[in-house]
Structures are given as C-alpha cells and as structure tokens.
C-alpha cells in the first residue's frame, strides 16, 4: 500500500519546487480539467464541474436571497453595440473574439463574443424599462465568455471561462451604490464562510478599475506562494451607460430620467483559489461546503464478509447528512487512499473486519491526517464536527499565512528592501497620483490591490514621491 501511495503522490510537483508546475499537476492529476485542442481552452471534467457547480448553488442562493433573478442573454453582440460605449470597448478591445461569417457567408456587421455583458444589458433595458414603478430590476446569468488573452493557466486565465455577473438598474444612485456594497459583502461572505479563504475589501485605483465603471470594489485573497488574487468584483456605473445606451424610464415627477446601473461578478477563477489557498503536496484540500463528495468510506480487506455490506449501510446513513462517496472498486486500499486525497475529499472513514467487530471506524481528516476511532453510533454527531473544524483551520491557516507575509512599509527603499525578500502584501500610503502607482510597478514590481475599506495611517506622506498623502493602499504581485 505504501509502494502505491508514494507512486501516486510523486506524480505532483512539490510546492517548494515549482509552485506553478504543482498547481498545473493538481489540476490536472485530480481530474478538474483536461486541455482542450482549443489553444487557450479547457475542458471542465465532472470532478471540477461538480466544485463548480456547488459554487454555483451556494452563491446563487445567496442571489436570490437578496431579490436577484436569473436571466440568459446572447453570446454574440453587434460591433455597433460594444461600440456605443467607447471606454468599455478600449478595455476589452484587445481581448474580444469576432465572428465574421455565418456559414459561409460574410456578415454584414462582425460580432463580438461576449466578453461581458453590459451591453447586451443595457440595450435589454432599454426596451422593458418604462416606469420607475419597473424598478429596481436585478438580474444576474451564469454563462461563459471569452477573453482572448495571451498567457493561460486552468482556472486562473483561460480564453473561455466560466461564471457570473449580475446587472441591475436603480431609480436612485444611493440604492445602486448600496447594491455595489450588498454584493461585495455577499463575495466576501462566501468566499470565507464557504471557500475558507478571508479577503481584503476595498476599493481599486483609476488605473485597475473596470473599463467604464465610476468606482470598483474587490475582494482581494492570498495565495500561499503570497501572490494575490482578485477573487470578485462589484461596479458602480452611475447612470453612464444608461445614457450611452439610451435607457430611460418615467421618473415619479413624470420626466424622463436615467436608471443608475451596476454589475458585479465571480468566476471559476475560485477554483484556483482554493487549489492555492489550501492544497498540499499530495494534491487538494476542499473546504466541505464545496466538496462535491464530503466523505469517502473505503473498506480495507472488502472481500471479508460483512465488510461490504456494513459500508454500504454506513454510506446510506451517512447520506442523510453528508454528500458520501463508497469507493467499492477492487483497487487497493493505499491506492484509494492517495487517489482521495489527491482529490481533496474532507473526511475519509476506513472500514475493516476488526473495526467492525468493535462496532467502530476510522476517521481521518484530509487537512490534518489526524485519525480518531469512531463508534458507528456517534458518526452522526462525530462527521459533522469534523467538517466544522476543518473548515475553521483551513481558514485560520490562511488568515495566518496572509498575516506573517503581509508588511508596512514608508520608503521605497524599505518597499524593496521587503520585497526582495518575501513574496506578500505591503502597505503603504498613496498621494493617489497615476505616476507614483505607476513608478511602484517599475521600481518594486507591484501593482495596486485595493484601497482597503479598513484603513490604516502608516506616514503622511507618500512614499514615492513624498506628498503628502491620505489613503493607505495594499499593493502585491497578482495572478
């Protein structure tokens, strides 16, 4: 057995090694995807679909907990269309996809892929929003779409990916800046509840904001190499795009006035995120609530009597409370074991004779490795606890991780001086002037995070180029 599992663990690349090498084995060792013969697309296999669609569940829940319709749009839009508003276009420009013919022949007007949706929105808008009495109208589609971008990576940055954004137009701009905020806490709350994995909330510069928005808001995650990850994003459009795109509505003084728009979106980029927050060498580690399979029994010395037959009771109990997989294949027991961990399955519960003669089982958490003795009677009580308490220490493990690599700095020879010798956050104050955020990419390799809602007062001044200065920004190396 022990032959087995060093076989299978030595098919990943150590962290210490090659970071990136050990994210790519995980991704594709445990079965999350497959390159497609699309050069910069992926296929999503069953296992990471599945992670995908508990992400999907869980957030969509919280959507419609808060009034949020979902609704589908086209994946084409007309070159006339993107174009109306012409900030967004730029921003995507070098990124959209085109479709020039139908079949085989040439369209009159080339369309763009979907590289977002605000224009497919707005121009919806346009045509069933009358009255204020229509509004607020929150809506929000799960899709695809495509970005064509230069350098991939499973997850993190693909042609095509996966996620959702949600669009929605207000009477006034208070109620849509409060649904910029609701949304961003919704991210922030899933991704620590759900995912384990805390996150700065904050505000991003002019420079890194969304092509077109007013402001835009992130939840911003480390990973354990200390690189960032912007891991979702809430805009404030004002009532911009609802003039460039010709969306009215009669105003209760009955004039015709313009709604104020948002959007706000996550994506399978999550997934990433979690590989990175809380894998191992030996493969996954899933957070319970996302884990498409939160227990995997494994008998050991299956072709026992009663041991089959006591893990197939055990997996239909379990299942009342639990997602619970019984590996019952002939595969040996070690190689199970690895295969499951690989996989990043929660919690495993070991089957044998001797167990079942003390009417007992062994529970190993992923995590931890710990094993503890179970009697059947107590699994009920006994899994649960260790879902919560995995759950718990992953987060606090990141927490932790995100606490030792993140430093202050008030100089840019200090700023460099760290950098040089850790990968993490670092804090500094900003004059909130282009060039000095700018001069901080040339100069320490860093770009803007976020300007954290949680602020803090390091200097007076900034430390590029030592104005006087107010807001408090963390800068870092992103994904």
Sequence with gaps: MASDKKKMVEAITAQEVDFAQWYTDICTKAELVEYSSVKGFVVLRPYGYAIWENIQKNLDARFKATGHENVAMPMLMPESLLKKEGELVNGFAPEV???????SEPLEERLAV??????LFCDHFSHVLHSYRDLPMLYNQWCSVVRWEKSTRPFLRTREFWWQEGHTIHETAEEAKAETEQQLNCYADFC???LCIPVIKGRKTDKEKFAGAEATYTIEAMMKDGKALQSGTSHYFGDKFSRAYDVTFTGRDNTLQYPFQTSWGASSRLIGAIIMTHGDDDGLILPPAIAPVQVVIVPVAAHKPGVLEKSRELAAEIGKYARVKLDDSDKQPGWKFAQWEMKGVPIRLEVGPRDIEQGQCVLVRRDTREKQFVKFEDLASAIPAALEALAKDLYDRALKNREARTMSATTMDEIKEKTAKSTGFIKTMWCGDLACEEAMKEQA????RCMPFQQEHLSDVCPVCGKPATK??????AY
């Design 97 to 103: 996809a085109w479709v020039t013919m139908g079949g």
């Design 114 to 119: 979907r590289p977002t949706s605000e224009t």
């Design 192 to 194: 620590e509840n759900d």
């Design 445 to 448: 390799g860093l770009s803007s």
């Design 472 to 477: 408090m920004v963390v800068w870092g190396i």
